[in-house]
């Protein structure tokens, strides 16, 4: 069996957590952390016992079949179900290797999302509005909590920013495949003679890093306050309640004033910088790992332009898996996003699967 010293690994760290869990001694914090590492590892455990149990009866019947007389019913039925494992047996291998695979440690986390308005002006403006509205319904869909934590509008309809946090199980390890340069090709309302124009939005998906995944000194940080206004320079509150926060040692700087309580605006920009900060730090690391190759898909670039609206035929494009949907309204309401990252999931599994040969 593949990964035999890899599974016998991870076998005999599972007995010891499983001593380790009934020790009366354990302290709460503990407890907790050992029954999360138990609970990763038991389908692995599950999965490789399955896998070794088909094995072991393949061996029986085999042995069974080169015993018994060629014209035998008993062989035909031993045949039979030697067969039926043997059909069984790569989907069993796939799942182990799978499940064998390193996981980023961040897939659990929730995420702050920020979609900004690229080339195109207004009409890529109302677009990012049109995507962070499809990421909205998405959550909905799949009961996360959406809370919308900065808007920038234009005043028609679209934003120029928007920022929100998206909360729930297993957040990050779906949406991080919407970070890139998401285009749409469409007839602007505005538009006389019925010409396509072509414009652009940028999705960026930061799990949300807690306090202990990124250290931020008060000492590196430049607090500012001023008076909050709104589309067009129309005051929204006469105090000064708006917070722009600098992180000195990058230049990161975060800017909010949707809240009417200064307290309020710096508390939800310090989330959206703490998740700034671990995104650089992600990406550090990542470029430490693999200098010299990013992976196509989920490498959270920016500038890579990952999928293509096409209004005029209806069509969805993601250019990372050439894949392609039929219907824009079902696409903006959220109800395919899931094929899609579906498809950008399998992609990367099965790119892991060939690096480790």
């Known amino acids: 069996m593949k990964f035999d010293e890899q599974i016998d690994k991870i076998s005999k760290r599972h007995a010891e957590l499983s001593e380790q869990l009934i020790e009366p001694s354990i302290s709460a914090d503990d407890r907790i952390r050992l029954s999360k590492e138990y609970a990763e590892l038991s389908p692995i455990i599950e999965a490789a016992d399955e896998l070794r149990r088909v094995h072991d009866e393949m061996k029986d019947l085999a042995k069974l079949i080169a015993e018994s007389d ?12 030697f067969f039926a494992l043997k059909h069984d047996e790569p989907k069993l291998e796939r799942q182990v290797q799978l499940l064998l695979l390193p996981r980023d440690r961040d897939d659990d986390k929730n ?16 677009f990012a509005s049109d995507l962070f509205r ?9 009961v996360w909590r959406f809370e919308v934590l900065h808007l920038s509008e234009t005043g028609l309809g679209g934003f120029k920013e928007a920022t929100a946090s998206i909360t729930g199980p297993g957040v990050f390890a779906r949406m991080k495949f919407e970070s890139g340069v998401h285009r749409v090709q469409r007839v602007p309302k505005t538009e006389t003679s019925g010409r396509i124009h072509t414009s652009a939005a940028t999705v960026a998906v930061l799990p949300e890093a807690e306090e ?3 250290q931020i000194d008060d000492k590196d940080l430049r607090i500012d306050v001023f008076r909050a206004s709104g589309p067009g320079g129309q005051s929204v509150n006469t105090t000064d309640s708006a917070v722009r926060i600098t992180h000195l040692p990058t230049g990161t700087v975060v800017s909010q004033q949707d809240e009417k309580s200064q307290h309020k605006n710096r508390a939800k920009g310090m989330r959206i910088m703490r998740a700034r900060l671990y995104e650089q730090k992600r990406a550090v690391q990542a470029e430490e790992r693999a200098a010299d190759r990013r992976s196509q898909v989920g490498s959270g670039d920016r500038s890579e332009r990952v999928r293509t609206y096409n209004f005029p035929q209806g069509r969805i494009t993601d250019h990372r898996i050439n894949v392609s949907e039929f ?6 309401r959220g109800e395919l996003l899931d094929p899609f990252i579906d498809a950008l999931l399998a992609n990367d599994q099965a790119n892991k699967l060939a690096e480790l040969g």
């Open 70 to 81: 060629s014209d035998s019913e008993f062989r035909k039925l031993a045949e039979s179900e």
């Open 111 to 126: 995420v702050i999302m920020e979609v900004r308005a690229g080339t195109g002006g207004g009409e890529a403006a109302l």
């Open 134 to 142: 499809m990421y909205q319904r998405y959550a909905e869909m799949r």
């Open 212 to 214: 202990v995944d990124i």
């Open 327 to 332: 219907d824009m309204d079902k696409m903006l």
